[in-house]
């Protein structure tokens, strides 16, 4: 069982960055898949990225290609999304997610645990 904990959502301008923190809780949090998944009104979830379990491979969606950036530190059981230059269709609720496998996931289906999601809005 892992609990996921997502800090960091809030209101920012366009262009400007914010970075999400997810704490896990439980075990072997080192042989999770972590992944960010963020959805806006109306619309279905979607993948933002993903990232291995030493962080050797990463996997990005193309709308989020050169502006953000996953990482993770295992010893502090806890993954980062760092997110700059973004833009109003940026807006959403971004869930942290955990996948016991070893390769990475990009369809929420895949995930086994969920954090609460914070908001983050863009202002225009």
């Known amino acids: ?40 009104p109306g619309k279905e979830r979607e993948f933002v990225a993903a990232i291995s379990w030493t962080g050797g491979r990463i ?3 193309e709308s989020v290609k050169g502006r953000f950036t996953i990482s993770r530190d295992n010893a502090k059981n806890t993954v980062y999304l760092q997110m700059n230059s973004l833009k109003p269709e940026d807006t959403a609720v971004y869930y942290c997610a955990a996948a016991a496998t070893i390769v990475l996931r990009t369809t929420s289906r895949e995930y086994d645990y969920w954090g609460q999601g914070p908001q983050v809005t863009v202002s225009s």
């Open 1 to 40: 069982q892992v609990q996921l904990v997502e800090s960091g959502g809030g209101l920012v301008q366009a262009g400007g960055s914010l970075r999400l923190s997810c704490a896990a809780s439980g075990r072997s949090f080192s042989k999770y898949v972590m992944g960010w998944f963020r959805q806006a």
């Open 59 to 61: 996997s990005y969606a």
